[in-house]
Structure formats: C-alpha cells, structure tokens
C-alpha cells in the first residue's frame, strides 16, 4: 500500500525476497519464443500481411496517394530546380575525388535519385554523391589503377580491350565497387541487418567525417596548383601526397590558383551568408550555380585552355553509356573495402533522414533503406555510375528550399536529365580548379566538427578518445583501414568500460529505503557486520577477476584464506580434543598442557583441495567462535562481517565463464559463516542461472531479494538487534541502540530505549546449550 503524504509517501509492505514476492503475487510462467516460433511467424501469410509487405517494400505506395497537389507541388518544383542544379555540379565535383572524368558524376546524381524515388522512406534527404564516399571509391580506383599503361590484368571482362586507356580502367573499377557496395547493402536489407549502423556512433562518425574532409582537401590540392602527383594507397599516403604537392609547388599554374581561390572565398563568404540569413531569405543564393555559370564564361571567352594551359572538364558525351558487366577479380579484391562503402554510405543517410523524421514527425525503415540504397547503387554503378548516399549541404538545400516529399527528388534528377543529354556540352570550357574549389567550399561544416573535441572532452572523455582516435586513424591510416581501426577502437572502449566498472559501496542515506555511494554523503547509516557491494556493469570472462578483487578490497580480505586459516585450525583443536588437552567451559577453551606444540610442516603439506572444503564441526561436542580467543597460539584471522549485500541491479547479463567463479566466490563467503544476498536482478536473470545449474545445497536460490532495503530489514529481524554504525565524521551525535525496524519498512527513532545484551562468545557444549540460553 501507497500513502501519499504531501511530497513524501509511505509504502507498508512486507519485505520480499524473489522466492516470496513471485509465491505471493502468483508468478507466470512464460514460454520464451525459440528460433523456430520466430520462422513460422515469419513464413505465416495473410492478406493484410501481404499488403503490409508491398506497402513496406514499395513506401511510394503510402505516400503518393495521400498527396497534397495544390499544397505541395509547387515547392516540390521549385526545391528540386535548386536541388538539381547543385546535383549536376557537386556531381562534377566529387567525381574528381574519384579519379574519374567529371562527366561520370552526373550518372552518380541520376540513377540512384530515380530508384530512391521508389524505395525510399525519407521524404526530404537528396540521394546522390557524397565526398566521403567518393574519396573511398577513389582510393580503390588509384589501387587497382596505379599507371597509366593500358589495360590492367585486373580486367578479365570480354568488354575490356586491349586498348582500353586508363579513364576507362578506372570507370570500370569504380563501378564495379559501387555494384558491390549496393550488393551488399541489398542483402542486409533483405536480412533485416539494419541496426549495424548502431556501431557507429555519433563520434565516430564525426571524426571520420573530418578526416575524410582532411583527405578531400589534400587530394584536390592538385587540381587547384595542377601539378601531377603520383597516386598513394597506402598507409601514411595523404603526407606522400603532400609532399609531391609541395616538392613540385614551382610548377604551379597562377590562373588555376587564382581562379580557385577566388571561388572559394566567394562560396565560403556567401554560403555564411546564407546560413547566418537563413530566416530572412526566400530561398539560399545558389552561389555554386551563380559562379559556375561566371567561371564558365570567363573560362570560354578568354580561352583560359589555350592561354593560360588550365586543366579543363572537356568534351561530355551526350546521352548515357552501355551499361557495364562487373569484374569478378574486382569483386574478390574489394570486398572488404566495399564493405566499409556501404555502412558509411548507409550510416551518413541514415543519420540524415532520422534528423528530418524526427523534425517532422514520419516514420523511416532502416531495413528499407538500405534497401533502396543498395538497390540505386547497383543501378547506378551498371550505368557507369559511383557509390552514392546524402550529402548534407544537398539536402539542406532541399528542405530549406520548400521541398515537402520525393517529388523534390524526381525534379532534381529531370534537371541532371537534360544537363546529361542536352546542355553537358555547355560546361566543357569549366576548370576543373573551380570544381575543386567547389568540393571543399562544401566540407565547410565537416571541418567546423573539429569545435567538437572541446564539447566532448566536457562531456565524456571515452568519447572524445573515440573521435580523436578516429580522426588520426583515418588520417594515417586512410580511410578504409582507418573505419576499421576506428571500428575496433570503439568497441575497445566499451570494453574496457565494462572489464573495469566503477564498483562501489552503499550505505543508508535519510533513514529511508534510498542507498547511495557511501563516499559521496557524510551522514550515512550502516548497520554493524553488513555490507553492500554495487557492480554497474555486466559481469562477463573479462571482467569476472576485476570484480572478484574489487569486492576483496572492498571488504577488506580474501574470503578463502581465512577459510584456509579456519580448516587448518580446526586440525589443530581436533588433535587437542582428542587428545584430551582441551576442555571447554561456558568462558571459553581451557587447555590443560602448556606448551603444545603441532607440526606446521604436516599442515602446510596438506591437500590445498581440503582446506578449501565447508567447515565441518559435527564431530565436536561444541560450538566454535572463530572470533573469539582460540587456545594456545592458534591464531586465526577475526572478521566482523556477518551479511554481504551485492547489488547487482546494473548487471544486465552474465556468461556461464563469470558464472563458476561467482560461485566460487559465493561458496567462499558461505563456508566462513557469511550470509550473501543478491538484489536488483531481473526474472530472466534467476531463470538463467536456474538453468545452468547454479544453485545448490550451499548456493540457494533464496539469496534473491527484490531492493536492497529488503536484504538489510531482512538481515535485521534474521540477526534480531539494530546496533547501528555511523561515519566518525558525522555532526549528529547518537547513541549505537536508538534506532529500531519500522513496520512500514523504514528506519526510525525508538520512543523509548531497550538495552541491548552484550553477546555471547558462542562457545559451548551441546549437552550445556539450553544453560547458556537461560543465563
């Protein structure tokens, strides 16, 4: 029963143990599912699950219908002209991170756009290329692809010739990848693997992110001073890189290193402008399109080519390309990076489109997702495309600019439509320095994540470990070794957090039901001869030795030596009883020769197996004390511990390593005489412990308790006094017998005072017990 009273309750409730509470309140049993209930309910078919399948598999289905014409549509189109012309030039952009002919971008921002179009279940994030997946894919490429010499034993393909030219290498490589990539992402959809981009978490994320900007700024470097610089794959190849940029810095072209520079801090200027204006302007100025459209001009009228030699895109071919057959050796050697192409393009849309589901309220499928993911990457690469996922500043555009479903989407791609078959011809004369300039004018918010190290260092410290190792991982290692080395790391963490838990001991805080840290409170309240040991974390075959030796410290000894002590001891009294040297009296042990002496040597060469065995003292006709005074120069060490309390509420889960030695640690505490309880677990938690065969004639399954407050009311009314014990640095002075249990299962002030008994050293002969209890 609950009984509010102003800001306080008061609970009367018996106190419970796991056994008593599940008799009294008529304990369930349930029947868990196994594997094969979950397979029937997955092979069983109905109508309505039929259409609750089309409907996830096609979501267009769900959201066409419901349609807003005269609402929607108009900010739809306006949303995907602006999307679409980003598209066509970051498409460009990023397929120079590639290694590719800029024209190869475009195909990258159609083909996936139309198949999310159908597939996806985000309504505001713009699918298409994204410079950390590029830069992936370009690693691959320069890899497979390191010279220029013809054709590559790589390509077993009979489309790939003998005079194939090493553009048309590296297309295949980078299309293959993306095949594979979309492949692999397919299948975790299918399998419903989605919740594998849970392990990466937000700092990972974005100290990847900033490295994989570290590495789009270093790669464009060339295109900026267009030198010629030796591909690098290897570990520690963005510093190679930048020495080649810098030994070579002398033959850099001005115009080129004019021009993007310029466009640079125009695009840097404007977009600051756009974000600090946001709430005034329409609409974002569209400055990538506006300094495009100039610099191809400029570039055209004045013959920058010939004038000045700048690197231009050149000739884009009109329409699309045969679609390609993927390498089977491309396959078998980028598995493992394709691997890596897929989480990261699915974690960074993911990502993306949970922040524009939660922003306005709809639904979005992880499983479906990659789904539709794989599914435009497998499209797209067939047609010569790249990987693809979000781009951020891209999809900003598209909400920022009104656009409310995939029709946005559907427009931006009839925009990268006509560029591709129609106009492409137009931005021929464009310096690839102004794509470049244009890639990093759009790492700006990935380079601003470095603000991140301080708020995270404020916050948790494994987290900002977690991006700082991230970062120089992917750095120095480069990005796909990096992902996996940052991968590793993090798991690392989690580890080492749960192999070394901050253990603690809890006391009695505001005579109620609360226990707290006992370091944290001056004015705490333990009851003599309890303690209360909390483990916050699961106890598993890492940590299972930590936790024994936390509990040891805790404690102050080692349960099994005085175990050891006490059977050893027992041998030498045995051997006096025998004998006939011992007698025993209602004070204690009085020994009738002086100066008895026992062989140490006999006892230390005693089995180790039988001095770890129960004390076992039916033989005698008396009761031993072992902390009392023992006869002659038997020492044994005393202990004033009678009742352990372990808190296991954090622990979620323990494997059957953990399992023996917690129980060896449990028989260790019961054979010196040592009551242990455990609090806080859950049902599941029992049940297992029941299955594996735990419990037996010492460890029984009545140790269980519901709270904490339920062990120590239950050791008090089992020990029968309520002698308390305060901290010494305590202000409020009071007297060890004042305080007494509370029906209502709290700890309260005796009205009036009852003297406690000393207690008695139980040392006494069966024939004389009832004598004893008389005195």
Not at 450 to 469: G, H, P, S, T
Not at 708 to 714: Q, T
Request: hydrophobic share 45%.
């Amino acid at each position: 029963m609950i009984e509010p009273i102003g800001n306080q309750y008061v609970v009367a409730r018996p106190v419970y143990s796991a056994n008593a509470f599940g008799e009294d309140h008529k304990k369930k049993q349930r029947h868990h599912k196994t594997l094969l209930d979950h397979l029937k309910k997955l092979c069983r078919c109905s109508a309505q699950r039929a259409k609750k399948i089309a409907f996830s598999s096609f979501p267009i289905a769900s959201w066409l219908p419901a349609y807003r014409i005269k609402e929607w549509l108009l900010s739809d189109i306006v949303s995907g002209i602006s999307t679409g012309l980003v598209a066509v030039l970051q498409g460009l952009a990023f397929a120079l991170l590639v290694t590719i002919p800029p024209g190869y971008g475009l195909y990258a921002a159609f083909f996936p756009v139309i198949i999310y179009f159908f597939l996806g279940t985000s309504r505001h994030i713009s699918v298409g290329p994204f410079p950390v997946l590029s830069m992936m894919v370009g690693a691959v490429v320069v890899r497979l692809t390191p010279t220029d010499s013809a054709a590559d034993s790589t390509f077993t393909n009979s489309s790939m010739t003998n005079d194939s030219s090493i553009d048309e290498q590296k297309v295949i490589v980078a299309a293959t990848v993306t095949i594979l990539s979309g492949i692999i992402q397919l299948l975790m959809g299918v399998l419903r693997l989605g919740f594998v981009v849970i392990y990466l978490s937000e700092s990972l994320i974005s100290g990847f992110t900033t490295a994989a900007a570290i590495h789009v700024l270093v790669s464009q470097l060339k295109f900026m001073f267009q030198l010629t610089v030796p591909a690098h794959t290897d570990p520690f190849s963005l510093f190679k890189v930048l020495e080649s940029v810098f030994s070579q810095i002398e033959k850099t072209n001005i115009a080129d290193l004019v021009t993007s520079l310029v466009i640079l801090v125009v695009v840097f200027v404007v977009k600051e402008i756009n974000q600090r204006y946001k709430a005034k302007l329409p609409v974002p100025i569209p400055i990538e399109l506006i300094v495009t459209v100039i610099a191809t001009g400029v570039s055209y009228g004045f013959d920058f080519k010939r004038r000045f030699n700048v690197a231009v895109i050149g000739e884009m071919k009109p329409g699309f390309q045969a679609p390609i057959i993927p390498s089977r050796q491309t396959f078998q050697d980028t598995i493992g990076d394709c691997f890596g192409i897929a989480i990261v393009g699915f974690a960074v849309a993911f990502s993306v489109a949970s922040v524009y589901s939660l922003k306005y309220d709809y639904p979005i499928d992880g499983n479906q997702e990659l789904i539709a993911m794989g599914a435009g990457n497998i499209f797209g690469g067939s047609f010569r495309g790249f990987a693809a996922s979000t781009s951020l500043s891209r999809s900003g555009v598209q909400e920022s600019t009104g656009g409310k479903t995939q029709i946005a989407g559907l427009i931006s791609a009839i925009i990268v439509l006509i560029v591709i078959v129609a106009i492409g011809f137009l931005l021929e004369p464009l310096q690839k320095s102004v794509l470049a300039a244009l890639a990093l004018g759009n790492l700006k918010g990935m380079l601003m994540q470095f603000v991140e190290i301080r708020r995270l260092w404020r916050k948790d410290k494994y987290d900002c470990l977690i991006w700082v190792m991230t970062f120089i991982f992917a750095v120095v290692l480069g990005l796909g070794l990096g992902l996996a080395a940052s991968v590793a790391f993090q798991l690392l963490t989690i580890v080492f957090r749960t192999q070394f838990p901050k253990c603690s001991m809890l006391a009695n805080v505001g005579r109620s039901n609360i226990y707290k840290n006992r370091k944290d409170y001056s004015e705490i309240y333990e009851p003599e001869g309890v303690k209360i040991f909390r483990c916050p974390s699961p106890i598993y075959f890492a940590n299972i030795s930590f936790f024994k030796q936390k509990l040891i410290d805790a404690i102050g000894f080692r349960p099994l030596r005085i175990l050891r002590k006490r059977n050893k001891a027992l041998k030498k009294i045995r051997k006096l009883q025998k004998k006939g040297l011992l007698q025993v009296t209602p004070k204690g042990f009085i020994c009738t020769v002086d100066g008895f002496k026992d062989s140490d040597e006999e006892l230390d060469n005693d089995k180790i197996e039988e001095l770890d065995q129960p004390i076992n003292t039916k033989d005698l006709p008396f009761q031993i004390d072992w902390n009392a005074n023992l006869p002659l120069n038997i020492v044994v060490p005393k202990i004033n511990l009678h009742s352990l309390i372990l808190d296991f509420s954090a622990v979620s889960f323990l494997d059957v390593s953990s399992m023996r030695g917690l129980k060896t640690i449990l028989q260790e505490f019961i054979r010196i005489q040592v009551d242990v309880y455990i609090v806080g677990t859950d049902d599941d938690f029992i049940e297992k412990l029941t299955r594996c065969e735990f419990f037996d004639d010492e460890v029984k399954d009545s140790i269980f308790f519901l709270t904490i407050h339920d062990a120590v009311l239950h050791i008090l009314m089992k020990k029968d006094y309520s002698t308390s014990k305060f901290n010494p640095s305590q202000e409020v002075e009071a007297k060890l017998d004042d305080f007494t249990i509370n029906t209502n299962g709290g700890l309260r002030n005796r009205e009036c005072q009852v003297r406690l008994f000393s207690r008695f050293m139980y040392i006494y002969i069966d024939s004389m017990t009832k004598n004893f209890q008389k005195c």
